[in-house]
């Protein structure tokens, strides 16, 4: 049964057909799939092998951007349906895609499983300048700063936000975790970022560490 879900919600996305993606989604939940399984299984796939497609220039901007709308839409529905933690907050966290980047969407999975853990979550949304992402933690009294990124090209702005932070005389009072395709352990290693995570259950069970490791 969820098979032949998983495998039309592939589909939907992958034709870029946005309502077609939130009927499945409709339709996922209804049957009972588990949130992220749904998402995972179903319509991940979908959008990667458009990122695939494209990259083999089999596929083109146009249908990129009808493939994402879809996967945004479709993303939304499963988001709000995802069990909400009955615990009270376990710690403040201040997200963003980094400047010149608009990937969005696995960030925000992110963002919607953690405050479903019970976290304290600030969105600061897509293109957001380092200066702003450290003046908002500020104000937020985060206790964790992430940053997504999903070009190679915008990775150093990762590295960059480290660096401020020491400038700042900041560094000590936040914990970091970063993520996105492109990023990997080696790369947290590398510009000294507190934690690196694949996919957004990844993401709770490191953002747990760092708080108690605080
Ligand atoms: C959808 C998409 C778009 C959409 C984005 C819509 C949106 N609202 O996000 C649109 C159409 C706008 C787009 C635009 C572009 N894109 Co694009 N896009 C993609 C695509 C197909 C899928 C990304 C996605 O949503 N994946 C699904 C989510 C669920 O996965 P995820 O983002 O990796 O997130 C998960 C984990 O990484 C992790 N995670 C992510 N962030 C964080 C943060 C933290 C703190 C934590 C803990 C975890 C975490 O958890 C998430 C959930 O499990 C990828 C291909 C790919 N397979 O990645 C290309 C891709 C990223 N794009 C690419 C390119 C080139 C572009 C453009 C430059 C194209 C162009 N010529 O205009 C522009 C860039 C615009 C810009 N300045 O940002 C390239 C990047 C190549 C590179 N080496 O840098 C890719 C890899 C495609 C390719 N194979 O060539 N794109």
Aim: overall charge negative; hydrophobic content about 45%.
């Amino acid at each position: 049964m969820s098979e032949k879900t998983f495998a039309k919600a592939t589909k939907a996305i992958i034709d870029g057909d946005a309502e077609n993606a939130a009927d499945w989604a409709k339709r996922g939940l209804d049957e009972g799939i588990e949130p992220l399984k749904l998402l995972e299984q179903g319509f991940v796939p979908g959008i990667n092998e458009v990122g695939d497609l494209f990259s083999k220039g089999k596929l083109f901007i146009p249908r990129l951007i009808k493939s994402a709308a879809a996967m945004e839409k479709a993303t939304a529905i499963i988001n709000a349906a995802i069990p909400q933690e009955e615990e009270i907050a376990q710690g403040r966290i201040v997200l963003g895609t980094v400047q010149g980047d608009v990937h969005d969407i696995g960030k925000t999975i992110v963002v919607a499983l953690f405050k479903a853990n019970g976290f304290e979550v600030l969105d600061l949304g897509r293109d957001v300048p380092n200066d702003k992402i450290i003046e908002e933690a500020e104000k937020f009294g985060a206790d964790v700063i992430g940053t997504s990124t999903l070009l190679t090209t915008t990775m150093v702005l990762q590295k960059e936000l480290e660096e401020e932070l020491k400038s700042a005389g900041l560094r000590d009072k936040y914990k970091t975790i970063i993520g996105g395709a492109p990023v990997t352990q080696r790369w947290a290693d590398r510009i000294g970022a507190d934690a690196y995570a694949h996919d957004a259950s990844d993401g709770v069970r490191k953002l747990k560490e760092l708080l108690i490791n605080r």
